[in-house]
Structures are given as C-alpha cells and as structure tokens.
C-alpha cells in the first residue's frame, strides 16, 4: 500500500492539528493516525476512507486511545533495537518515538561506538525502560539476560547497521552484547546499514552485505545523499526511521505469510478455569498460563492464524493472537467449538474437573454448627469432545498431561483415553516447580514413542513444540 504524504495544508489548519496534538500528548502524525481511525471505527461501513480530510468531530483522548488499541496491528509486539555506531544513531532516536507510537515495545542495545553518539540515558527515556549496553553486566544478565533479550522479540533492528556489525554479523563474531544477541537471535533481523559510502562499496562490505542476504536477514536502505563528511555524496545514508517502520511491517507481513505455519488455523487452551460456588467464591487450580500463552506466541511467531481460549490469568494477550476469555470449563467448550475448524488444536489449559451442582445466587452464609456440603458434577471434558468429533476434527490434536506421579504411564493412559494425537506430560508435583513457574521438563508422548526433552524455559518448550507440529502439519509426521 503506497504511503500517505499530505502536502499544503494551509497555516490555521496546521496550527489547529499542533494544538490537538499538543492537548493530547501526541506528535502531529501521530494525532492524524488517531483521527483517521476514530474516523474509520466510526463509519466501519465505509470500509477504507478515501478521503483523508480532518473530521470536524473532536473525539475524546479516552475514544482516542481506545480506538488505537482496538486497531493497532501492532500492539503487544517488542521490538529489540540495536544502535550501532555512527553518526546516523542520532535517526534511533526518532526511530524509538516512531515505534512507541504505532503501540511497539521497544528495547535497545547500545554499542560501545554508538554511546559516543547517543547516550543510554535519552535511550532508555524514550524506550521507557533502561538500555542495554554490557555482555558482561551482572544486573541485566539477572534481570533479562542476553539469550532473553534475543529471543523475548519479535524482531530485531539494527539501525544504524555500522560495517562493524554487518562484519560481526557475517562472521558469527560475538564479542560484545549487540553481535552476541544477533547471534543469538532466532527472529527477523533487519538492518538499516548507514557508513562513508566509500566503506559501503568496500570489496569487504560487499562481501558480508551478500553473506547476511543470503542469510535471509532483511535490508532497508541505504540511500543517497550528502554524506556525513562534508562535500561527500553517495550511498551510505541510513533509511529514513518512518522507511524502516515500514521495511519493518513488511518484514512481518512476509512472516506471516512464509512461517512455517503459514495459512494454518492453531486453537490453543491455556490458564486454569473458575467454577462458581457462590456469587464471590469458586472452584479454581494453580495454573499460570504461561506454558499455553508461550504456544499460542510462538504459533503466531510462525505464521499461524491462532485462537487462544484463555481463563483467567495475570499475564497480556499475547501478539498476533485473537484471545477469548473464558471463566468456566463449559464456556472453554464453546468458545472451542466455536473456533473450530482447525489445523491442530492444543489443550494447554487446567481445567476444572468438577464444578458445583448449583451456583448458589446469594453468598453462602456461615450457619452456626454446620458446614455447606457442596455436592459436585462433572465437567465436559474439552480436550476429549474435539479429539473425538466426528466431524471437524482438527488433524493434529495435542493434549497436556499434568502429573504429580507415574508420568509417562499416566500420560499413555491418557493418549488412549481422550483419543488425541500427542499428549505432553509434565511433572506438576511441588517439588518440580513447574506449576506457575517458568521452566518445564515435558515428555512428547505419542502412538509411536516417548520423546524426553530436557529441561528449559516454557517458551523454548512452546518453539519446540511448534516446531514439531509444523513438520506434522507438512507432512512429516
Ligand atoms: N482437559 C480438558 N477438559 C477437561 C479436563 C482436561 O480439555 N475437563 C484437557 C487438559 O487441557 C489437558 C488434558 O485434558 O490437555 C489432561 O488434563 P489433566 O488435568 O492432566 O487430566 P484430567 O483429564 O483432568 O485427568 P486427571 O485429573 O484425572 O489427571
């Protein structure tokens, strides 16, 4: 889709859009973006507006930023910014404000050469957290560590992309925090090179800049013009920051439609269920949802169209995913059956086995000398009711065993019992720490076999997962 350029707009309107922008804290783009969408979510009938002028309407800040969170493809994702070290770092700056607006998470790393440039200090104030800036930092490593910090995004940019990174880079070199994430990294990276464009025409640049191409990383820029060095003019100019939003939506786009999950439909459960006594009391379990929430992730990651069937958790939607909330096991059903057909469906959630017979409408009161007997039902059993449809049955139907004992024994009896494809079993008794915790130690148990992973964190288990059901979906089951 071409960009939009509006040119000469008179003075008073110009005037009006600062002040609207100003009263609401936002840059003039961005205040636009707003009108657009609220104008948009308006007249959804419409469909795309063609006609971009402003609305005489002034909606509220609140209809404003609901309006954005509402549309924003972007919201929830976390970009890793990289800043290496050149004079066009100053652009990053703009770059951090560029991303926030659109409602990106941005973290960035600074090297060594970029902090003679820009400082952590204006980095981390307009990122909102601190930057990055040492491998060998004792307090980033407990807080985010690199490895987290590589692999926690959806995408890393590196802008301005120095000939000493793009060199690191095609190397493997990893000698500081910057090449030891990309490195590391196993998401889209992005490189917006800027340098004297006699360096950009180095036989040695060439060289790397075909190595990192061939290594699938995506490119935006450089451009021409007046270089750094005065009189200099050429190629070497970093992209424009509103050029590498956009290089870097379309990196996306592309994602989403050459993952491995491209053109598949996922459902995952996740989260426990609550099972109501009483107006203020229920029936609930441990369950976080981290594990289920990592799966959903990391099938979107991968391409997947993804429903998450959520129960109540403490933890944000995860990105590129269509979440429902759910609070009963009767409520996980059909909002399931409601998402169906699907490509592979994933029953990471804890669901409440039993609820009350009856909800009482009115709070149970103490009774003096008695305790309420509260007589419980079974609840359906989701996991059981898809793998068992006789129609629309997902082809890939992937199961979770929670165990405090005899784990791979219970987890067979349950593949046969609930007529899944695969059950992952895990240890949930105390002492693993599995439950709400964020490491897992799962065995794949399917009709042919029991695989034992080791143990690691609840989203390299979910990557691996999604790794496994890709080669299933393509065929190498
Ligand atoms: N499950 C489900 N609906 C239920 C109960 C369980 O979809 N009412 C799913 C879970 O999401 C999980 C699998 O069934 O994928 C096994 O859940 P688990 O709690 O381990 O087993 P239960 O069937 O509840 O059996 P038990 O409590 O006896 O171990």
Redesign the pocket.
Known sequence: MPSLTIRNIDEALKRQLRLRAAHHGHSVEEEIRQMLRSMAAANPADGPSHSAGPTARSPSPAATSRSATATSPSSGKQVLLIIGGGIAAYKSLDLIRRLRERGFAVRCILTAAAQHFVTPFSVGALCGQRAFTDLFDPMSEFDVGHIRLARDSDIVIVAPATADLMAKMAHGLADDLASAVLLATDKPILLAPAMNRFMWEHRATRHNFAQLMADGVSVVGPNEGEMAESGEHGIGRMAEPLEIVAAMESAFARNAATGPLAGKRIIV?SGP?HEPIDPVRFIANRSSGKQGHAIAEAAAAAGADVILVSGPVHLPDPPGVKTTKIET?RE??TA?EAALPADAA????????WRTADTARQKIKKIAGGTPQLALV?????????ARAKSKRPKLV??????TEHVVE??QK?LA??G?DW??AND?SSESGVMGGDQNAVHLVSHSGVESWPPQSKDEVARHLIARIAAALAGEK
């Open positions: 459960t269920t096991a996980m059903l399931v994933i029953f990471a959630a804890a669901v409440g086995d079974e609840n359906p059993d989701v996991l059981a009711s898809v992937v199961g979770f065993a929670a165990e219970n987890a349950k019992s609930k899944c059950i992952m949930v």
